[in-house]
């Protein structure tokens, strides 16, 4: 089973680093509508690279709970094949 990159190592290996929006153990407000990773300027020639990796190879796993704490609820988002 392949070990899964950290998002800085596998931005690190794109011609075009796409910023991220947070990272481990950040709080997020309610209500919170920002994209995930982003290219500025995107076009979609330039930067296919990184469409190919948001549709195609990324996985993207959310840990979340509510103010109180204790559920440990998640969410996984496969890549569409």
Avoid: C
């Avoid at 680093?17 to 950040?26: D, L, M, N, V």
């Avoid at 990184?50 to 204790?70: A, F, H, M, P, Q």
């Amino acid at each position: 089973m392949r070990r899964p990159l950290s998002a800085d190592r596998v931005r690190d290996r794109l011609s075009v680093r796409p910023s991220a929006t947070f990272s481990q153990g950040e709080v997020i407000a309610i209500d919170y509508e920002q994209y995930l990773l982003s290219v500025a300027s995107y076009d979609p020639q330039n930067h296919a690279e990184v469409k190919d990796l948001i549709n195609r190879r990324l996985t993207l796993k959310i840990r979340y709970e509510s103010l109180y704490g204790g559920e440990d609820y998640t969410i996984v988002l496969r890549p569409m094949r």
